[in-house]
Structure formats: structure tokens, C-alpha cells
């Protein structure tokens, strides 16, 4: 009883170690274990001795290895096992239980194998555990794997199962339709994510794709679908059909194409915007073309430039390939100009209603014609274009069509009524344009005839003096300018030249030369002397002409007698002097303000001598100024130019005009004045008016001559007072006879004076009182007189020998 | 009147004197003998022409100047002519023989002087 109670509080200690390791074998240390296990072996083995030789007890041992091959590797355990046999071994060997060995074998053997068994199966059982967990691992990553490339995916990927319920459900999905995985699932995609008016379609798709044979690969659809938040946006799903383990699936992806839709609507609105703003484009510069039209019709040209210049810019309006502007005439049509098209080598005028142009002169309203045929265009100058496509219209001023315009095009071009429009809009400033132009040409014409009548149409015959002058208007487009020269014989003999220029063109600056022209001739007929004439001119023109004029004046007086000239110049360029032997030279200095600039200017009066021989050349600013070039290299030209050229003022004239003035003439007027002081010879002859005022000049030209002839002073009064009655008697018979000029020759035979007054009036015999005294004054003065009547006229013969010498 | 011709008139006491000066030709002739002979009222005793300053002369002047002398002669007015002897004027009116009509002075004080003797 009392050996039962110590194995029964041994067994319990035991017990409790055995229970102690077991709850708590997770948290203990390696150590602790085996120190527990080992304290088990030691308790047990104590037992065993309290318990005597009873065979039964030593399988206690078995809890012990059990535990050992439970919790260490099998060699730890083994090693537990050793410390067992060795433990009971010596039990056996102090207390002799019989049969020590069967015993030691039953006690230690039999646990040893039943733990290396369970080891064995534990061992498995943990290998099969983490093949089993690594499976699982690889899995889960692959599965990660897969959901992160959905989930990254940029679009919606959706599994449907047969039956149209939803099985995956990526991100994409998610932020597209705002519902989450978990709430997608399992449920039906059509109700989840398509608007009413889709479903049907989607579940007749979902038919034929399940229905169809074999699988499908990325078939795809434009499907309309719905958010969460009831918006609806255009997709398109790329659908496959795939089978599982047997059973059907449908992935799919699904793009949002509303974005790319926007896009597209964005850029057909900017290819629209681009068509507008190209369009718009466009009929600004049709307009801005129209106003060029205009621009061109308003231009002061002629109408043979307007007409060019408006065909073409027609032309461009239209985009044409070629245009072509008639113009009419009392019925008929002529063609004023043509762009594009080849010029018809001759043309005939057109009548009204012949041929295309005609036909729309005649109908007055446009017309347009399509692959017209020769025949039907009956217009060499268009049949020769070959044209797919012509319009015409009318062009109409006040009620007259004045012209027709046509525009032409060749393939793949059709005029269309578009055309028809704006070619009546461009017809319309056509139509005025040649108004203009016509009304313009006829001012100009206006404008050009009064300027010419201001001009001296023929010069006067000045004795002993040449003078020759040019006057080229501006280049045809440009109005009339205020050039003017004049040359005035002055009672007395002396000669007044006069170049001038009035600022400004046209009708008013014409009509500003007259005035300036009638008032200097008489104040220079008045006999003042140059700088009074030129302050009476600006006093006037200060005075009476408005101050907003201005012009420019050279005035020159010069006696033939002597070949002394005064002159002043009011803002003019300056004179070119040609002197015997030097090279020409400008007459600078004394250049006075232009006239109209102030009221009291000083005009200072120069003089200088023009020797026989000599000439003086003024001119207008027209001949050296050119657009774009210094005004004194075209100045320095003229010397150059008249260096040693000729000695005739129309060659000199001639010569600069052909020289400075291009081809088509100058931008400006030109207008050019030379005289020449033309030495005397030992013959000479003039012809004078019959009118009194002519006498001086006889006397300067003879006094000039006989001073050539070196007569004495006394000589030259007697000779020009015999030769001035018989001049008076030609003024008389003139008069009675029909006012032909009369004629003077001299001629010089040695120291012989023969000087011949011929008229070719009607002889009248000698008054008693004056034509009587006349005569015997003659022949009191010279040393033979012979009046020789004709049916023609007179002819008075003087002749006288000169004595002394005049010292000339 | 034509400006190749001037004349200036003066009243001196009971005398007129022209001034002509330029070139008196056929243009100027007629009316500056009018000129003249108005500008002499019918209260002085007589008329100088001055012709120191002309420098012409011809027939149709010659024929004025006897006609002035006429028409003053007629009111019993005296007319002098000055022009300087040796000058084409002078020559001209020599030839003339223009002094029947009215003595000729070679200057205007001897011409005064002769008025003022007569």
C-alpha cells in the first residue's frame, strides 16, 4: 500500500511534468525541454526502483521517448533515449531485477522504436505540410500577380460566367463604374452596368457569342453603358470567349471612348472652326479684293491702265483663269483688256447680241455657260481659251451698260451661282471704276488742252535770237502738272523768257497757269523791270489766288541789243548757261522764295551778259527729279549732257529730253526753254507782224547788225531810222492788204550796208505830208533808196557805205 | 499809251514842259501828241517839249510834232523843241527842217531862256 502511494506521488509528479511540458512545450526554451524531459527519465527511473522487479512498470518509459521524438530531431531524441537505457541500466545492475537484460531491452527498446515510428511519420507528415503550403504560396502570388495586371490595367476587365453574372472585376472597372469588386460580383452585368435601352443588345450578343462554335478571340463592340451615378458613356468592349475547367467564360476588356469621342467631336469642331475661319478667310479677302477694286476703280488713271489693272484683280476676286473686260461703244463691244488668256491677234467689234459678251450686253443680265462650244461663244478672244465654264455680266452705269465682264475657267472649275454673285459685286465697282476712269480721262483731257493753250503754241520769231522749248506731259496715269513757259517780246526789242511751276495738278493748277501767264505778260508788256513784275506776280498771287498756292518762276529779260540779260528767280531751279568755249555752267545765287510765300519778299535782280553765241537753257524740276534719286545728280547731269553738244536751242531741247526722260515718259511734267544769242552774220533776215509794236524789235535787231558791221553810232541811227520808214510804210500797206508779215534782209557787201524792206500788202502812194516825209527821210539817210511796187507788195531797196568805225 | 514811250509834263509859271523820253515810232506817234497838247491849258504862254531823253524818232513822230505846233500855234502859244544837236533826234528834225515850226534848243534852260526873251 505504502510502495503504491510513492508511485502514485512519483507517477503524479510525473504526470504534472509531463502536463507542464505539454501546455506550455510552444513557450519553453529548447533547453528547458530537454531539461524537463531528462528530469522525467530521472523520476521515472525512480519509480521503477520504488516500485521493485515488476516487469510492467519500465513501459513507463515511453511517455518519455514518445515525448523526446515528438519535440527534438531524432538524434537529441536518441539522445534522451541513451540517457534512459543508462538510468535504468543502472537500476538493473544495483538492484539485480532478474533478467536484467530482457528487461532493459523491453524497457528501453520498445519505446525506442515505437518514437523513431512516430518520427519517421512526423517527419512526412511535415514535409507533405510545406510542399502543401508552398503550393498554396505560389498560388497566392501568382493570383496577386494576375490581379495586379488587371488592376493596373487601364481599362475595365470584366469575366462573365454562361449564365452573365460578373466573376472578376479589376480597378479600372471600379473607377470606371464606381462600383467596387466586391459589390460587382456575382452580380448580372446588364443590370449592373447597362442603361435600359442596352440591354437587350447586350443580351443578344451575349446569345450569339455563347451560341457560336468553338471560342472567340477579342471580337469587338461600341456599347453604350452606365455608371453607378446613372451617367452613361460610349465604350467599346473587346470580348473574347474562353472555357475553364469545362465551363464558358466571357472576359472582356471595356475602353471608355467617350474621351477619345470628345476628342474626335473636338476635332471635327476644329476641322469645322478651320473651314469657318477659311471661309471667313476667304471672304475677307474677297472683300479686302473688292476693295482693291475699288481702290483700283478710284484711282486716277487712264482708262486704258484702270481697265488692265481691274481685269486682273477680277481675275484674283474670282480665283479665275482668266478674265476679260469689254467695253462698250454705241452698240458695240470692244475688248478693253484680258488676263489670263492669250490676246486674240485682230478683233472685230462685237454687236450687242452677238457671241457670249454680246449676248450679255444685250440680255443685261448675267450669264453663265458650260462647256460652251466656239460657235456659242462666237469671241475669238475667249474660244480661244477652251473653256469648261463662263460667266458674264453686265456692266451697268446709270441705265447704259457701259461694258461686259467675263470670267473664265477650264476643269475641274464650275461656276456656280456663288460666282454669279460675286462677279455682279465685283461687275458693280468695275462698272464704276470705268465711270471713273472715263470721267477722270475726260478731266485730264480738259486739263491737258487748257494747259497746252497756256503754252505758246508757236514761239515768236525772234531776230538774232533762236529759241526753241519742249513741253512733255507726265507719264499717261499722272494728272496734268503746272509747268509753263513763256516768251514775250517786249516793246523795245527785249525778249522775256518765262519758266515756271505751279505747285499742284490738274484742272486747278491749269487754271492757276493762266492767270499767272496773262498777268505776267502784262505786266512785262507794262515794261517793268524783272524783279517789279515778279513782286507784282507774288503780290497777286498773295492777294487774289489764295495763299495755299505756291509756285515757282525764273523770269529773264534780255535786250538782244547788247545780249545783256537781267533776271530773277522765285525758287526755281537755276539756269544752265552756255558761254562760247566754256562749259556749261548753273546761274546760282539770286534764288528768291518761290511765289505765294510771303507777302513782301525781296526779289533780288541779277544780270550777266549772254555773248553771241551763247544760250541759256531753263527747264522744270520734271526733267532732273526722279523718284528715289538726289535732285542734284540729276542737276549734275545736264552739263554733262549738254557739255559739247549742240548749239540750236530744239537740238539742246531734244537732247536733255531724249537723254533724262525715260522711256514712256517722265513721273512729272517736263518742260524745257533754250535761246540762243545767235551771232551775227554778214547776212541776215526776219520776218516781223505788221503791227506797230514790231518797229522796236526791227531797230534792236539792226542796231545789233550794224554794229556787227561796225558802223558808228551816228551810222547805226541814220541807217535803223530809214530802215524803221520803210518798215512803217510795210505796217501800212499790211494793213490795207491783209496783215501778211513783212520781211527785212540785210546783207554787208564790204562797207556797203543792203537792206531790203519787203512787204506784201498793197502800195500806197506817198501822202504829201507824213509817208512823203517819210520817204525823203530815207533818202536823206542813205545813200540809195529804190521803192519797187509790185502786184505783190513793195520792196524798198537802202543802200549806204559806211565810213568810220563803231569800235565793235 | 505804249511804254516804249514816257512822258512827264511840268507847269512852270506860264509855261508847259514835256518830258518824252524812248522811242517815238508810229505806235506812239498819235496819242502822245494828244497827251501833250491837253496837258496845255488854254492860260499859258507857251510849251517846251523836251526831247532830251529820246533816243528815236521817226517820220510818224516828226508829223506829230508839226501838228502840235500847229494846234499851239493856233491858240498863239509858243512851242520850243529841246534836242541835244548831234544826236539822232536832233538830225532827224535837221532834216526835216522842223524849225520852220518851232526853234530848236540844244537844252532846256536856253529854251526857257528864249521863251522868256521873246
Same mark, same amino acid.
Given at each position: ?10 507517477a503524479?509528479?510525473?504526470? =504534472? ?12 526554451? =529548447? ?10 527519465? /530521472?523520476?521515472?527511473?525512480f ?15 515511453? @511517455?518519455?521517448?514518445l ?13 534522451h /533515449?541513451?540517457?534512459?537505457?543508462l ?11 532478474p ?10 527498446g520498445?519505446?525506442?522504436? /515505437? ?11 511535415r ?19 494576375t490581379?495586379?495586371v488587371l ?16 466573376? *472578376? ?9 464606381? @462600383? ?39 471580337? $469587338? ?10 451617367? *452613361? ?9 474562353v ?39 476667304? /471672304? ?27 481685269? *486682273? ?5 474670282l ?25 486674240p ?56 451698260? *457701259? ?18 454673285g ?30 497746252r ?11 538774232g =535770237?533762236?529759241v ?10 499722272a494728272?496734268?502738272?503746272?509747268? @509753263? ?49 515778279v ?70 535782280e ?12 531753263l ?58 544769242n545767235?551771232?551775227?552774220?554778214d547776212?541776215f ?7 506797230p509794236?514790231?518797229?522796236?524789235? $526791227? ?5 545789233? @547788225? ?38 527785212? =534782209? ?20 506817198p ?42 | 499809251?505804249d ?57 510818224s ?58
Amino acid at each position: 500500500m505504502v510502495k503504491d502511494l510513492q508511485l502514485v506521488v512519483l507517477a503524479g509528479c510525473a504526470g =504534472l511534468l509531463a502536463a507542464y511540458v505539454y501546455w506550455r512545450a510552444e513557450r519553453l526554451a =529548447l533547453w528547458e525541454l530537454h531539461v524537463a524531459v531528462a528530469l522525467g527519465t /530521472v523520476v521515472l527511473t525512480f519509480a521503477n526502483d520504488f516500485m521493485g522487479p515488476a516487469a510492467l512498470y519500465p513501459v513507463l518509459y515511453t @511517455w518519455i521517448v514518445l515525448y523526446a521524438f515528438y519535440f527534438f530531431e531524432t538524434r537529441w531524441a536518441l539522445a534522451h /533515449v541513451a540517457f534512459i537505457g543508462l538510468s535504468y541500466g543502472l537500476l538493473l545492475g544495483f538492484e539485480h531485477h532478474p533478467s536484467p537484460v530482457t528487461r532493459w531491452l523491453l524497457a528501453v527498446g520498445t519505446p525506442t522504436v /515505437v518514437g523513431l515510428l512516430i518520427s519517421r511519420l512526423l517527419a512526412r507528415l511535415r514535409a507533405e505540410g510545406a510542399q502543401a503550403e508552398q503550393r498554396a504560396y505560389e498560388l497566392r502570388q501568382s493570383e496577386a500577380r494576375t490581379r495586379l495586371v488587371l488592376d493596373s490595367a487601364p481599362d475595365a476587365f470584366i469575366t462573365l460566367d454562361a449564365d452573365g453574372l460578373i466573376v *472578376t472585376w479589376n480597378a479600372a472597372a471600379e473607377r470606371l463604374f464606381g @462600383w467596387t469588386t466586391a459589390e460587382a460580383v456575382g452580380r448580372p452585368m446588364r443590370a449592373l452596368i447597362l442603361p435600359a435601352e442596352s440591354r437587350d443588345r447586350h443580351d443578344q450578343r451575349r446569345r450569339e457569342l455563347m451560341e457560336s462554335e468553338g471560342l472567340v478571340s477579342g471580337r $469587338m463592340f461600341e456599347v453604350e453603358f452606365q455608371r453607378r451615378d446613372g451617367s *452613361t458613356f460610349a465604350g467599346e468592349a473587346t470580348v473574347s470567349k474562353v472555357e475553364i475547367g469545362g465551363e464558358l467564360f466571357l472576359p472582356g476588356f471595356i475602353h471608355d471612348i467617350s474621351e477619345r469621342q470628345r476628342r474626335q467631336e473636338e476635332r471635327e469642331a476644329l476641322l469645322r472652326e478651320q473651314a469657318a475661319r477659311a471661309e471667313a478667310e476667304r /471672304v475677307a479677302e474677297m472683300v479686302s479684293g473688292m476693295q482693291l477694286l475699288v481702290d483700283a476703280a478710284l484711282a486716277h488713271r487712264t482708262l486704258d491702265d484702270i481697265v488692265s489693272d481691274l481685269v *486682273t484683280r477680277v481675275r484674283a476676286v474670282l480665283g479665275a483663269d482668266a478674265a476679260s473686260i469689254y467695253l462698250a461703244n454705241d452698240g458695240y463691244l470692244t475688248l478693253g483688256a484680258t488676263s489670263g488668256g492669250s490676246r486674240p491677234d485682230s478683233l472685230h467689234p462685237l454687236p450687242f447680241g452677238v457671241g457670249f459678251p454680246g449676248r450679255v450686253a444685250e440680255s443685261r443680265e448675267p450669264l453663265v455657260a458650260h462647256d460652251p462650244t466656239p460657235e456659242e461663244l462666237a469671241d475669238p478672244a475667249l474660244a480661244k481659251l477652251n473653256l469648261d465654264s463662263v460667266i458674264g455680266v453686265p456692266l451697268i452705269t446709270e441705265g447704259d451698260v *457701259t461694258g461686259v465682264l467675263v470670267v473664265c475657267a477650264t476643269e475641274p472649275r464650275r461656276f456656280g451661282s456663288e460666282d454669279v454673285g460675286l462677279l455682279r459685286l465685283a461687275a458693280d465697282r468695275v462698272a464704276l471704276g470705268l465711270d471713273h476712269a472715263r470721267v477722270y480721262e475726260r478731266e485730264h483731257r480738259i486739263a491737258e488742252t487748257l494747259q497746252r493753250s497756256l503754252l505758246p503754241d508757236h514761239l515768236p520769231e525772234l531776230p538774232g =535770237l533762236a529759241v526753241a522749248a519742249r513741253y512733255l506731259p507726265a507719264a499717261a496715269e499722272a494728272e496734268v502738272g503746272g509747268d @509753263w513757259y513763256d516768251v514775250i517780246p517786249i516793246p523795245g526789242g527785249n525778249v522775256g523768257l518765262v519758266m515756271g511751276d505751279v505747285a499742284g495738278k490738274g484742272l486747278a493748277a491749269a487754271s492757276m497757269v493762266g492767270q499767272l501767264r496773262s498777268a505776267l505778260r502784262a505786266y512785262a508788256l507794262e515794261g517793268h523791270q524783272p524783279a517789279q513784275v515778279v513782286d507784282q506776280l507774288n503780290r497777286l498771287f498773295w492777294t487774289e489766288l489764295g495763299e495755299s498756292q505756291m509756285a515757282t518762276l525764273i523770269y529773264v529779260v534780255l535786250d538782244p541789243a547788247d545780249g545783256s540779260v537781267r533776271w530773277v528767280n522765285a525758287g526755281h531751279l537755276p539756269p544752265l548757261m552756255l558761254a562760247n568755249e566754256q562749259s556749261p555752267r548753273f546761274l546760282e545765287g539770286g534764288r528768291s522764295v518761290p511765289l505765294g510765300v510771303m507777302p513782301f519778299p525781296s526779289f533780288e535782280e541779277l544780270s550777266f551778259r549772254l555773248d553771241p553765241g551763247a544760250s541759256l537753257v531753263l527747264y522744270t524740276d520734271g526733267l532732273v527729279e526722279r523718284p528715289g534719286a538726289n535732285i542734284d545728280d540729276g542737276l549734275a547731269q545736264l552739263p554733262r549732257i549738254l557739255g559739247d553738244g549742240p548749239v540750236s536751242p530744239s537740238e539742246l531741247c531734244d537732247k536733255l529730253l531724249g537723254e533724262l526722260v525715260p522711256e514712256g515718259g517722265a513721273p512729272d511734267d517736263v518742260a524745257v526753254l533754250a535761246l540762243r544769242n545767235v551771232p551775227m552774220a554778214d547776212r541776215f533776215s526776219a520776218e516781223f507782224p505788221p503791227q506797230p509794236e514790231a518797229l522796236s524789235s $526791227m531797230r534792236s535787231l539792226l542796231r545789233r @547788225w550794224l554794229r556787227h558791221a561796225d558802223g558808228t553810232d551816228q551810222e547805226i541811227a541814220e541807217i535803223t531810222t530809214a530802215c524803221g520808214e520803210a518798215a512803217t510804210n510795210a505796217i501800212e500797206h499790211a494793213g490795207a492788204g491783209g496783215g501778211a508779215a513783212f520781211e527785212v =534782209l540785210g546783207r554787208l557787201h564790204g562797207r556797203e550796208v543792203d537792206i531790203t524792206v519787203r512787204d506784201y500788202g498793197a502800195w500806197r502812194a506817198p501822202r504829201e505830208d507824213d509817208q512823203g516825209r517819210g520817204l525823203s527821210l530815207m533818202q536823206a539817210l542813205m545813200d540809195s533808196v529804190e521803192v519797187t511796187p509790185t502786184h505783190e507788195g513793195t520792196s524798198v531797196r537802202l543802200r549806204r557805205t559806211l565810213n568810220g568805225s563803231g569800235g565793235a | 499809251m505804249d511804254d516804249l514811250i514816257k512822258l512827264d509834263t511840268e507847269q512852270r509859271g506860264d509855261l508847259v514842259i514835256a518830258h518824252v523820253s524812248g522811242e517815238l515810232d508810229v505806235s506812239g506817234a498819235s496819242g502822245l501828241g494828244d497827251q501833250i497838247f491837253d496837258s496845255v491849258p488854254t492860260s499859258v504862254h507857251a510849251l517846251i517839249v523836251d526831247f532830251s531823253g529820246l533816243e528815236f524818232i521817226d517820220s510818224s513822230g516828226i508829223a506829230m510834232l508839226f501838228g502840235l505846233a500847229r494846234k499851239v500855234a493856233a491858240r498863239r502859244q509858243e512851242m520850243r523843241v529841246v534836242a541835244k544837236s548831234g544826236e539822232p533826234v536832233a538830225r532827224v528834225l535837221d532834216l526835216v527842217d522842223f524849225d520852220r515850226a518851232a526853234a530848236i534848243h540844244d537844252d532846256l534852260d536856253s529854251a526857257i531862256a528864249d521863251i522868256a526873251s521873246a
